[in-house]
């Protein structure tokens, strides 16, 4: 059984930056990708960034604002997440995924307010 636990959520002004973490644990295998997912009030969840192999996708709305940086060794994603703006306000979920599952972390609440 796999774990993903992230941190780094809160309230932050328009501008401001965050930095979530999530890390895996449990009966870890070798995962194929790593990334992290976000759900605001009345939408779906959508993709915001992932990490394949050596390859990065993000989300148009977020180019140049989030990276996402993945340590392979120890299983572990980060999101960081700069120029912030109200419409990203969200729960962010971590995610990885395997051949053949995908594991979700429960989400941190991401604020972005004046």
């Known amino acids: 059984q796999v774990q993903l636990m992230e941190s780094g959520g809160g309230l932050v002004q328009p501008g401001g930056s965050l930095r979530l973490s999530c890390a895996a644990s449990?009966?870890?295998?070798?995962?194929?990708?790593m990334g992290w997912y976000r759900q605001a009030p009345g939408k779906e969840r959508e993709l915001v960034a992932t990490?394949?192999?050596?390859?990065?996708n993000y989300a148009d709305s977020v180019k140049g604002r989030f990276t996402i940086s993945r340590d392979s060794a120890k299983n572990t994603v980060d999101l960081q997440m700069n120029s912030l703006k109200p419409e990203d306000t969200a729960v962010y979920y971590c995610?990885?995924?395997?051949?053949?599952?995908?594991?979700w972390g429960q989400g941190t609440q991401v604020t972005v307010s004046s």
């Open positions: 995610n990885a995924r395997t051949w053949q599952f995908a594991y």
């Open positions: 449990g009966r870890i295998l070798s995962f194929v990708a």
């Open positions: 990490s394949t192999g050596g390859r990065t």
